[in-house]
């Protein structure tokens, strides 16, 4: 944390606020006595004593007001630097997890602990250990000062202290839990809240608003329900503190009285007693309160510690070989996988063998769920093989640089996202090469996608996101996307699914066409539904339940009579 807080410049922030709250804690802390000797000089008429105290005093009042404000204000800004530099690090250290980590974490959840949860962190180490810190250095120098006194009265004060401190540890240790499951309630009410409000035309349709609704106000329940209890909770720590409290001041004036009446304590030093006696347990009130604050955040903030402290992803710390240049030759040897997130279920992919020549077009086929975007997930290694080994261009693709390699591939996935930004920075996102605007026009043009682009009010200006185009749009513009990347592997995944037909006409035309371009330099490997945009592949990987089962061309697979030749049956008399 510390090293964060270094990081960002804050220390000398930090160091100035501590050490104006000392000065300004031990300040105060004379103040009393200085006060009550000053009423008893006045009331004996010691004009020296008086005119002396009321200039320490004033200095006293002074100096403590000037560094409370010092502390206020530098605690204010080392809380503001602090929460910014803790999303920023949290916010980096959840982009480069492994793909696994997403599909094990709600989006939701993590923006919570991006927003709230961060922001309840730095309080705790910007305002309650500042404010801790202030009142534990007020009670250690009100006990030196009742010890000085009376050490009777001052252990009698010091052992009602430590019950009040008992209770609390309790009371805290219960806050902790509570707060914790106020967050996780909180983080599921945001999460159901987000998936209902992004799926809302799904929802409209199937008329689901109420059971949603319930949904959402089960969460609020659960947080009301804890919040209610940890109220009754505060109630009786308050009942507890006021009881003990009020017991001071009646032992300070029976003890007192007594001491007085037998001459072993002056009138001077039973009002200085009082007063040390009320700032002693007035700082332990504040303490508990403060680390009961503290706790919660804590609680709160567990979460967040957790995941600053997760290591990023392998593929971010191995820098990994690169080529001079990435023919395509891809090989996939006895490759077996199943996703982390269901790690007891069969193998997703089971002894996948397959070689893609550099510069071929392959198709995959197969039914639906049979593994056919996961061999391409592995193949662009957002996930690991369990067994077996993928190989490009001869060299494992463990031992490559993975970011280098990314860069020399484009994919167009199954459901494009578009991204909250203009169609022009959509179709050069990723793009680490400079890039003109014709060459960004010609990507759009080859994907069939100027036409539409053209016809919006702002052109490639155009602000747009996944809401407001259509299927088959946004598939055009991650063919551009992809296009413009001018790769040396080119990965279409049912690049026609959502296209109408005759935009998948064109689309087809599209595919043809980079495909008869990059015979000669690019490897594309389609994984489609629709049959008939795979005819022309040189070949046709058919698979059936996470296994390889036929492999060959179009006529052949045909005459195999197979599971290709039944989806094509199936397909044509769908048509028909
Ligand atoms: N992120 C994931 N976590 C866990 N299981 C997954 C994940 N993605 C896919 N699966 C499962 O892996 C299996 C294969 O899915 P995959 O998407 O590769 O199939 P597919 O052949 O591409 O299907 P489709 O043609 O419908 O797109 C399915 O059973 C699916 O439920």
Known sequence: MWDLVESHGSRWVIFVAFTSLIIAALSEISIPSILSESIFAAQSSDAVVFS????????????????????????GIANIILMKCLRETLYSVLLFQDISFFDREAVGDL?????????????????????????????????????????????????????????????????????????????????????????????????????????????????????????????????????????????????????????????????????????????????????SSMMQSVGASEKVLQLMDL???????????????????????????????????????DGINVSVQAHEVVAIVGLSGSGKSTLVNLLLRLYEPITGQIYIDGFPLRELDIRWLRGKIGFVPQEPHIFHMSIKSNIEYGCSRYIKKEDIECAAKQAYAHDFISSLPDGYETVVDDNLLSGGQKQRIAVARAILRDPAILILDEATSALDSETEHYVKGVIHALRSDMKAKRTVIVIAHRLSTVKAADRIVVMDVGRITEMGNHTGLLEKDGLYAKLVGAQTDTLA
């Open 111 to 291: 923006t919570s602990r991006l927003g709230a949860d961060c922001q309840r962190l730095s309080l705790v180490i910007a305002n309650d250990m500042s404010l801790i810190l202030r009142n534990v250095l007020q009670g250690i120098g009100a006990l030196i000062n009742l010890l000085i006194l009376s050490r009777p009265l001052a252990l009698s004060t010091l052992f009602i202290c430590c019950v009040l401190s008992m209770i609390f540890l309790l009371y805290g240790q219960y806050q902790k839990k509570a707060a914790k499951l106020v967050q996780d309630f909180t983080a599921g009410a945001n999460e159901a809240a987000q998936e209902t409000l992004s799926l809302m035309r799904t929802v409209r349709v199937y008329g689901t608003e109420r059971k949603e609704f319930g949904r959402f106000k089960q969460w609020l329940d659960k947080v009301a329900f804890v919040n209610i209890r940890e109220s009754v909770a505060y109630g009786f720590w308050c009942v507890s503190f006021s009881t003990l409290y009020r017991s001071t001041q009646i032992i300070a004036v029976v003890l007192g009285g007594i001491s007085i009446m037998s001459g072993h304590v002056s009138a001077e030093q039973l009002t200085k007693y009082v007063l040390y006696c009320e700032w002693l347990i007035y700082a332990t009130w504040r303490v508990t309160d403060n680390v």
């Open 52 to 75: 002396r105290n009321s200039k320490i005093l004033a200095f006293l009042c002074i100096t403590s007001g000037i560094c409370s404000g010092l502390r206020s204000g530098c605690f």
């Open 311 to 349: 290591l990023p992803s392998d593929q971010v710390l191995s820098k990994g070989v690169k080529l001079q240049r990435v023919m395509g030759h891809i090989q996939f040897v006895n490759v077996s996988f199943r996703y982390p997130s269901r790690a007891k279920q069969i193998p997703v992919l």
